[in-house]
Structures are given as C-alpha cells and as structure tokens.
C-alpha cells in the first residue's frame, strides 16, 4: 500500500492530489534539499500496531506463567510484584516522555528542526547521539520522543543515534554507573565512550541500509499532508485523521496545549502496552532464571559476555539501575562481560524490542537489533583483547 | 448493547487512565509504594499522577474513537498490572527470589574497607539493629563485635553441607531503583532453629565473624538468640 492508497482509505487528500501540494512537498526541507528520504514515509503497511498478535503473545505467556506457577504461590507472589514495579518505574518516565513528544508535535515545526540541525547526514548523527547529555532521557522516555521526531522529518539515522545514545549518555547514567562502581570514573567513561561509539555506528548503518527501503512508520494521526506545522494553512481543515487541527490553529496557546496532551494522551496509549508486555515476559525471566547459571560459564572466552547480553534483554533493567546489577558480577566475571549488560539494556531489550514496532518497520527492526549485538560483541571482544582485567 | 458500544467508544481511554491514576494513588497511603519502588520514586509517582489527570481531562474533550477488537485487548493488557497490583499488595520477595537471584558471596566477599559513614558508625556497637546491608559492606569493622540484624531465612542443602547443618542464610534485598533490580544483601547464620520455616522474618543477636573460605572472607553471625518477628514496615533496604 503506497501513501496515496493509504491516504484514500483514511479519506484524506492524499499528496500530490492537491494541484498545490507537489507530491511529498513536506519531505524537502525549507532550503529545497530532500531532508528526509521521502521513501522512508511512503510504501509503508497500516500504522496499526499488531495487537492481534500481541494478545495471542500475551495469553501464550500468561499459560507459559500460568504452567510456570502451577502450585507454586510463591513464584506467582515474586512475578508479580517484579511485573508491577517495572511498570511503575518506567509509567512515569514515559507520561513525561508523551507529553514531550507531544508538545513536539505542536510546538516544533519541521522547519525550525531542519534550520536548527546540521546539514551533514554524520554531523547531525553524531550530534544526536550526544544529545542525552543535554536532553538525560531513559530508554521508556526515548520512544515517544523519538516516534514523534521522526514523524516531523527526523532522519532515520538521527532517531537512532538519539535512540540509542540518549539512554546511556547522559549524566544520570554516568553518575549511577559511578555509584554502583564505588566512584571509579573510568568504568562510567567507559561505558559512555562505548554506547556513544556503538549509537553512531548503529545509526550510520541503519541509514545506509535503509536509505532506499522503508525503515520509519507513519504515525496514525500524522497524515500526509499534515507533516508540517500545526499552523500550515493545509491543516486547518479539520479531517478525521486529525481532528484537533482546526482548533489549534484557533486557539492559541491553551488549545496548542490541549493538543499536544490529547497528542501525549493518544501516544502513551499507542505504546504503553508494549511496556506492559515487555515488563510481564522480564518478570517472569526474573522469577525463572537463576543468576548463578551465568556465573557456571565465566571461565570461558567470550561466553560469559553474550550470556550477559541475553540477561540484559530478559531483564529489561532502567539504563539508570543496571549498572547496580552489573556490579553485582563482580568478582565473578570481568569488566568487558559487565560492559556488555551495561551497553546491551538501554539500546535492547524486550520492551524495547516491541516499543520500537511503533517507531519502525520490522526490517529496520530485525536489521537495528543485529546491528546493536554486533556492535556490542565487538565492543566487549575489543575491551576483552585490551587485556581489561577482573574488577 | 449499542449503547454500551457507544459509551465505551467515548469513555474508554478517560476510563482507563483513570483506573490507572486511582491505582497510583492507592499506592500513596501508607507509603506502600515502598513494596516496589524506593522512597525517593513518590516524586515521579505524583508526577506521573498529574499527568495521568491532565491526559484524562485531555481524552473526555476528544472525539469519541471505535472500541474495536484491537481497543479491548490493549484495554486489557493495559489493566493486567493493576491485577497484579492487587495480588502483590503487601507481599514482598522471599526466599524464592533470593535463590534466584543470588550470585553467591559476591556481595560480602570480605574485601570492603573499614571505612564507615557517620551514620553507620553511631549505629554499631549500640543496642539497635544493624541493617544487614552495613554488614555485608563493612563486614571489617563489625568483625568480632555483637549484632543484632533483622532480615529474612532460607535455608539451602549446599550451605548446610558446606557450613553445617545449622547453617542457613539470612538476607535482604536492597533496592536501587524499583525491585526488579534488587539485588540480596545476605549472611550465614549458625544457630537459628532448624524448624523454622523458609522465607520467615528473623530477628537475631550473636557474634559476627569473617569466616576464611580460599581468598574470600565469609560474614558469619553465631546466634545467640533469635526470634520470629513480623516483617518491617520497610521490608527493603536502600
């Protein structure tokens, strides 16, 4: 289904109808030059995040518990309160990360996002990565944001970059990863480095692969036409598809701030329940898995550092908490295994891995988490050849 | 039925923010938010509150939207840690979690410095409770005094074979940001009842010793005395 197919079942002018609007007009920023690859917008699938499938994997989850727990209160007692503080810590930070996203939408134009951005694809790359140093986001906060960056024109190696480079460097993360590391900085330096150094690979990557395929959803209430400004003539009809134009253009301030929350509102619902999801599938790893086997496998060669990646995604830790987690291990398994639990959690885990179903498109998907675990090993296997010792 | 449809079509998204604002809420009194998160998340809590209501006003002016398959599931999804809150309400984790979770000696290998804050200090040698976690960090500086700890009992065959059929262990979890990253903060135990059930509060008094194990120096506490106790109004530590 291309975009203007798309555009006819929602009923909408598709672009290009328009004799005013030149086909895709809103892709190019306003110095003329194509800014966002228009291809990454169109040829894409319905923006309908798959709950169909999302409830077969939850009632087969809520059995796999279910057959888990058989007799065994005590296990259900610890998935449980382990499910429902995940959801907790991560609820607010993601509230916080809608309303962002949605004064975003309202405030920022995709003009003044392509005025302020370097022009040059790796400049605007490596600046995003960075950007959790000033905007300190966790990852549940990231994916709102992000959804609605991208839905104003971002570049996919942009989102990325602040995708995956927001939720570890960031002073937070610095100061906590020092706390659990009993203030030895260098460990924290380490892990910034590393995350900062793997996000604009990964970004770079992403960009180049899926500079001719599609890799960025269109966001249900984000037509076509509606790409731009909230103030652009072309928005003030008043569709179905977004129904609060027509008041934000009249309103002034309060209604603009009515919609960016009725934006946050719509967003917070469109990704919340893949936290749920993801937060039900870390409790029961919690509740099952046994640390200890980790730790049966340390004397081997790299080993121990992919079985703390597959930790890192079964857990599905706050890039704020893991280093606590990680230190644990010390003692046990050296510094470049920690570094990979470290650097694996806030780029992917399972929660993110379905949170991200309403960012991208499931080859940019596939092709992302590929690249962060490559990216990682080789990181860990490069940390481990430097000879980095037992902490 | 239409009109259910029609009502749930309207009301459904304020409905369930709701029930979520009324959950975060429900966790306020009595500060039970603390069975999950630590103290200083009532911040975020609150917050997330606010937000909760400003979207709930935010979704009753919007145009009503179809409540269709798709709605209802993510409806329930969306519900189902609110049924677990209901089921976790008051419970904490027990010795179940502790087996998971534990990493062995790593955190009381005996290697900590001596170096205590101030508050830890005025706490040791003084009739209070030690909070284990302070044993498991400074273990040095409690060697060879008389504590009295609280914390939770299980009881492992491989300790016993190894330390003594007396032996268990006695621990808490010490929360950095929610429980999910909580992390046991354990020690053995000689002398504790042996019919005393798992996962049971304890409250008990005797020497601590830095037991040598290879390099490793393994906190024990020989009991005194000791005695079942209610769970702590805080059962984690922080």
């Known amino acids: 289904m291309n975009a203007q197919d798309m555009a006819k079942t929602k009923n909408i002018p598709s672009p290009g109808a328009n004799g005013n609007n030149q086909p895709l007009e809103w892709a190019r920023d306003i110095r003329g030059n194509a800014w966002h690859d228009p291809i990454l917008l169109e040829s894409e699938p319905p923006p309908v995040p798959p709950l169909g499938k999302s409830l077969k994997f939850m009632l087969a989850l809520l059995a796999l518990a279910g057959l888990c727990f058989f007799g065994d209160r005590s296990g259900v007692r610890s998935f449980s309160i382990v499910f429902v503080s995940i959801v907790l810590e991560a609820l607010p930070f993601m509230l916080v990360g809608a309303c962002v996203g949605g004064l975003i939408e309202v405030f920022v134009s995709r003009e003044h996002l392509a005025t302020h951005l370097p022009r040059r694809p790796w400049a605007m790359t490596c600046l995003a990565a960075a950007l959790g140093i000033i905007f300190p986001v966790c990852e549940c906060a990231v994916v709102p944001v992000v959804r609605r960056l991208t839905g104003k024109g971002l570049p996919l190696a942009a989102a990325v970059a602040y995708l995956l480079g927001g939720p570890i460097v960031n002073p937070i993360v610095a100061a906590s990863t020092m706390l659990a590391y009993k203030m030895d900085w260098w460990v924290a330096a380490i892990r910034l480095l590393c995350g900062y150094a793997i996000a604009v690979f990964v970004a770079l990557a992403m960009g180049r692969l899926f500079a001719r395929r599609p890799a960025l959803l269109v966001l249900p209430d984000m037509c076509a036409h509606a790409q731009g400004d909230h103030k652009t003539a072309a928005h003030s009809h008043g569709c179905s598809c977004c129904e609060h134009g027509a008041q934000l253009v009249s309103s002034g301030l309060i209604g603009k701030l009515a919609g960016a929350f009725r934006h946050a509102s719509d967003d917070f619902l469109a990704v919340a329940h893949y936290l749920v999801i993801g937060a039900a599938v870390a409790a029961l790893a919690q509740t099952l898995v046994d640390r200890r086997l980790f730790l049966d496998l340390s004397a081997l060669p790299i080993v121990p550092s992919i079985l703390m990646m597959g930790l890192a995604i079964l857990l599905n830790l706050c890039s704020e908490a893991d280093a606590f987690i990680a230190a644990s291990f010390r003692g046990f398994l050296s510094l470049p295994a920690q570094m990979a639990f470290m650097l694996t959690g806030p780029m992917f885990d399972l929660k993110l891995l379905l949170m991200y179903q309403t960012v991208f498109t499931r080859h940019a998907i596939i092709a992302l988490a590929g690249l962060i675990l490559l990216a990682v090993l080789v990181v860990v296997a490069g940390l481990e050849a430097l000879g980095m010792g037992m902490l | ?238």
């Not at chain 2, 999804?77 to 979770?101: E, K, S, Y």
């Not at chain 2, 900590?112 to 706490?123: A, F, G, I, K, W």
């Not at chain 2, 302070?134 to 016993?160: F, N, Q």
Request: proline residues 6%; contains cysteine.
């Open chain 2, 1 to 238: 039925m239409k009109l259910m449809r029609a009502l749930l079509s309207r009301y459904w998204r304020p409905l369930l923010l709701g029930a979520w604002t009324c959950a975060l809420s429900s966790l306020l009194p009595g500060r039970a938010y603390l069975n999950f998160l630590r103290p200083e998340f009532v911040v975020l809590l609150v917050l997330g509150m606010l937000v909760l209501l400003v979207f709930i006003f935010s979704a009753i002016n919007a145009q009503p939207k179809s409540f269709d398959l798709d709605q209802a599931t993510r409806v329930l999804i969306l519900i189902l840690p609110l049924v677990c809150l209901c089921m976790a309400r008051g419970t904490t984790l027990d010795a179940n979690a502790f087996q998971r979770r534990w990493t062995g000696m790593a955190g009381i290998n005996g290697q900590s410095d001596t170096v205590m804050d101030d508050e830890t200090r005025n706490v040791s040698g003084s009739d209070e409770d030690i909070p284990l976690i302070s044993l498991c960090r400074w273990p040095k500086a409690y060697a060879e005094s008389t504590v009295t700890v609280v914390g939770m009992l299980h009881r492992d065959p491989k300790i016993a074979a190894q330390f003594g059929t007396n032996a268990c262990v006695l621990f808490r979890f010490v929360i950095n940001c929610c429980v999910a990253d909580a992390v046991p903060a354990a020690i053995l135990v000689n002398g504790i009842p042996g019919d005393w059930p798992e996962s049971t509060w304890v409250r008990t008094s005797g020497r601590f010793t830095l037991r040598k194990e290879g390099n490793r120096s393994i906190p024990v506490l020989h009991a005194v005395w000791a005695k079942q106790v209610p769970k702590p109004q805080q059962p984690y530590l922080y």
